[in-house]
């Protein structure tokens, strides 16, 4: 039996409670970008120290009310 | 207020979006009131794709305060603006082969032996499964000379994503249906293919470089 093809566009995927849809758009969430840090600390052009994190940019006072409700 | 991502600072953003910054890279921005999870934040980006407007996403599942850093750098701006250019156009189309891992054998058994040996036939049945997605995918966009990502499976999926130009989409879904008719379904997998969708899988973050003496 030849392979059913589910075809949908973006808005159909949207509008429906379909599991296998729903999970799509579930896996779609997490890609784009993730803004990230990277630092070399290096002396005389050797790298010493690498540190790579994902930044959440936020101001400070957002961050302590979010840690207040918390 | 928000950040959703970066375009073209001259386009008319549609509501309730509004476009931030100064300079030729605009900060895409909403309220978080208007897109409170990660599916509205995705779709408002799809509103923005829709419109004609190419765009670099961020990913939706995180909140990105709206910061000044956002508005990027001269140089992460240059970057944004050479990926603006080599997504112009296009979009990405998701093909999606998945199951239903619960048809899977359960491990459930009286004895921790036994367990360990039905866990083990659990994770073969998982295997072969796999394997039979990222064949039938493999063979659904052979010969289809676009960028696209690795096959990546999950648990109880595998997808392909393909960046292809908006205007390319009809011909592209009628290839990939036509080679359907020609391939044998495997039991228990069913095949989505959706787009277009902003290109989310062919990003990367603004790159850009300081230098502080020592």
């Keep these: 039996m030849a392979v059913e093809l589910q075809l949908a566009t973006p808005r159909e995927v949207f509008g429906s409670n379909q599991t296998t849809l729903v999970d799509l758009v579930d896996g779609l969430l997490h890609h784009g970008v993730v803004l990230r840090a990277e630092l070399w600390l290096a002396v005389a052009d050797i790298d010493l120290v690498f540190i790579g994190l994902d930044v959440l940019l936020s101001s400070p006072q957002k961050m302590r009310g979010d840690r207040k409700r918390h | ?214």
């Design chain 2, 1 to 214: 207020m928000i950040a959703l991502g970066w375009c073209h600072a001259e386009h008319d953003i549609p509501d309730p979006l509004t476009m931030v910054g100064s300079g030729p890279v605009g900060v895409i921005s909403a309220h978080l009131n208007s897109c409170p999870t990660a599916r509205d934040r995705l779709r408002l980006l799809q509103t923005v794709f829709d419109a004609g407007i190419d765009c670099i996403p961020l990913a939706a599942d995180r909140i990105w305060p709206l910061s000044p850093a956002l508005a990027l750098s001269t140089e992460a701006a240059s970057d944004v603006l050479d990926q603006l250019a080599q997504i112009e156009g296009s979009g990405q189309l998701t093909i999606a082969a998945q199951w239903n891992s619960t048809t899977l054998p359960n491990p459930k058994a009286a004895s921790g032996r036994e367990w360990l040996l039905a866990l083990s036939a659990r994770n073969t049945a998982q295997d072969a499964r796999t394997k039979a997605a990222e064949q039938l995918i493999s063979t659904l966009i052979a010969g289809i000379v676009v960028p696209k990502t690795v096959l990546m499976p999950t648990g109880d999926s595998c997808a392909v994503h393909l960046l292809l130009d908006r205007k390319a989409l009809g011909d592209l879904l009628s290839r990939v249906m036509k080679t359907a008719q020609f391939i044998t379904a495997p039991d228990g997998i069913t095949v989505s293919v959706t787009g277009l969708w902003p290109p989310l899988n062919f990003v990367h973050s603004p790159r850009c470089t300081a230098e502080f003496p020592a």
